[in-house]
């Protein structure tokens, strides 16, 4: 075993049968049902298998796509996915998102400390805010300005937290002889008499051998990462380049001393969309694949946009002219996607070919051979620029295998990846403290 | 296989490791963690074993005991334990109790369409509003007056309904020849603008192999019975007497018949507390190893109280004398025990054993051998007071195994229990129809 530090790595869960809204249609799926969670459990058992430390599972209720070709992007529902796939596991955990502003924090701190003890330490919640009207309208909820969604939040969160330590540590006795199941004074109710929570009671739940569910937090503006800072043990983001990645990591970090924290307590992860095959041409036309003509010629004027020149549809078929990209500056408040995207067209390939490396996507891919990904994964990993990687390929089935197969014994290899789980619970394969309640530190 | 009608039976999940909130004490039981969902998957597999159509869940959140020697009466979170066990069982169907008072229609309709999705058509959720002050604090709600809550809970039960049906029944096409994985058009969201409730949007989930889950309602009150009758497919309830059990089916299946439903498409069922012993002393006895002192010294002026005598503790040890039973007079209003009281003071036993016979609990006790449990079951279904009943034994470990190995044969060999599931759905295994979005019968 290496002594190096280890990167962390986590599955995204953000649609069925893969990222990719086409996934279903990859070789191997058989769509018998949906959302099928025998699927995703396959899936999750896969990732457990090569050790990675989570699942994201992302959420976007009540989404219906515009496409009859896509499947929806919301096909889990977090806290049932949660539980069905901890029950046909062992190791690994998962991360799942429910949103503040249209949920109770009582409901829950029960269900999330539920699954955490049902599962021996093995949950997280991804603790947002949500902040799209159209959600927001399926919970009858109007969505309030983002500065109080996220003054809700912090109460929402502080609640939960507080919800999560009214039982005693020691309160548990089940002592037969004695015959006391429990020392009830030790189970402290909370009053929360906020500006937006209220909440009068406690749970009657002992603490999980991590304590209490890990927090996550997804997302990338200021009040993103003030809140994971302070309050997240990680943070799931979306970097398009290594100097980004080392910059947002490094605010990160800073809100956490700020507050009081070791800052290797909060860990960054950087989003990733691998697609391994045999030759960089191959991963190209596998990618193409899942990408809808009209997609592309939408990305033709996008990349236009971001490199500040006239692109349209008529330039697929060839390369951006070097003059053309030798006019290009990117300033400090360009696109993130700006550089990269100047990067894969500098290199000559065809408009069409620029974007079927998904430069303009929702995060970067890598196309090629298991060493392209694994070069790349390590190169972020050892400048900085993130902790871990969350991995979100086309598809499952397909995919995700060739990642699991290929990808993880080279970065097993170099030392970068564990072999296997060190701990039993998600903190301790995260390497975040045992926590109970509230951080002290920020009270 | 018998042609007689045949009754069904359901287990009572309303505490950890048995009925009784001292269960944890019983031999076969060890508390090393708590709640033990492991333990819930084992008798839940019990009951799945001799045939049990359903398991029910009760929640009363938060609840906090006064006394140190129970276990909380919230043993369980309805969402996550239901689907544990339904990832863990094959055939039982499990009903879920969750509150319209303080959850969302769309949460609520997503979590329990989710489940029986993922469980081939095994979920029903109680509908109930929530009536305690207390409970409610929790989550941070102010309990509404009667008329009001049944008024909302009949707004939320309808947008659930409607949210279940948004996804046309044939919308999923799934079709890789040509792509088209779903036709939208045939999404429709709901628009829902109550006095209580506000939804606008779709789920985008197809029907489980039952439609959608099944409703059941536990009470007693009118409003109860009002909404059952219309809207549920099972009504839980507490019998003390055959005539109040005849009684009472009778009202509800008169609400059905005023709705325009067939009858037969509501079942009531009935509470028992069986304790199956090798003779009636034994099971006396080891019922009264779960009752504290203090229970039955309450219970002594209790009994007094119902019958309109003067008791004390001080009687405990003798029997009533039977010139103050022949004074007791049982009006139409009295308490619904006072009978099933009266009866068997009658048989002569001692007010301490009166008391353990658990004529005054939340359900009627059978003690004795298997016959008697199995010969109150038959004369209570034969007679029509209950299309089936709910068991509640002390000790799911001890108690529920007797009742499944001696209980169980007895009524299968008399032709009112099935041998195996007859359908694969929980609707199947209930006799009530298929159903999608709300019955149109109602509106």
């Not at 249609?25 to 899936?43: C, F, L, Q």
């Not at 939960?160 to 020691?170: M, P, Y």
């Amino acid at each position: 075993m290496s002594e190096k530090k280890q990167m962390l790595l986590g599955l995204g869960f953000t649609g069925a049968y893969g990222a990719n809204a086409k996934a279903w249609k990859s070789e191997g799926v058989t769509v018998t049902t949906y959302p099928d969670i025998n699927a995703d459990i396959r899936y999750a058992q896969l990732a457990e298998k090569c050790k990675f430390q989570f699942l994201f599972i992302g959420d976007f209720p009540g989404a219906i796509p515009d496409d009859n070709r896509e499947v929806p992007a919301m096909t889990l529902e977090p806290i049932i996915t949660a539980t069905a796939i901890l029950q046909q596991t062992k190791h690994i955990g998962v991360a799942s998102t429910v949103h503040t502003q249209w949920n109770n924090p009582f409901t829950l701190a029960r269900q999330f400390k539920g699954i955490d003890l049902m599962s021996g330490g093995r949950i997280a919640w991804n603790a947002v805010t949500g902040s799209s009207p159209k959600v927001a309208e399926n919970f009858g909820v109007k969505l309030m300005d983002s500065r109080s969604r996220y003054e809700s939040h912090y109460e929402f969160v502080e609640t939960v937290q507080h919800l999560w330590a009214t039982w005693g540590k020691d309160a548990l006795k089940a002592d037969k002889e004695t015959g006391i199941f429990a020392d009830y004074s030790q189970v402290k109710p909370v009053h929360i008499s906020g500006k937006y929570i209220q909440a009068i009671g406690a749970l009657p739940i002992p603490p999980s051998p991590q304590g209490q569910p890990v927090i996550f937090h997804s997302g990338g503006s200021p009040n993103s990462i003030e809140f994971a800072g302070r309050y997240a043990s990680v943070m799931i983001g979306e970097v398009w380049t290594r100097e980004q990645g080392i910059a947002t990591r490094n605010a990160l970090r800073q809100v956490a001393i700020d507050a009081g924290r070791n800052p290797d307590e909060i860990k960054f992860i950087a989003g990733l969309m691998p697609v391994v095959a045999n030759s960089k041409r191959e991963a190209i036309d596998r990618h193409a694949s899942f990408m809808d003509e009209n997609i592309v010629q939408q990305r033709a004027f996008h990349i236009g946009m971001v490199l500040g020149i006239s692109l349209t549809p008529e330039d697929l078929e060839r390369p951006i002219a070097p003059e053309l990209l030798d006019k290009v500056k990117i300033g400090a408040y360009s696109d993130p996607r700006a550089e990269n995207v100047l990067k894969v067209a500098r290199e000559g390939w065809t408009l069409r070919d620029i974007i079927y490396h998904s430069v303009i996507d929702y995060h970067p891919a890598t196309l090629g051979d298991a060493k392209e990904t694994a070069d790349y994964l390590t190169e972020m990993f050892e400048s900085g620029a993130a902790d871990g990687f969350w991995i979100l390929p086309d598809a499952y089935e397909t995919d995700f295998k060739r990642f699991v197969e290929e990808v993880v014994p080279i970065l097993q290899e170099r030392g970068l990846f564990h072999e296997d789980y060190n701990g039993d619970t998600l903190r301790e394969n995260l390497g975040v403290p045992y926590q109970y309640g509230v951080d002290k530190r920020l009270s």
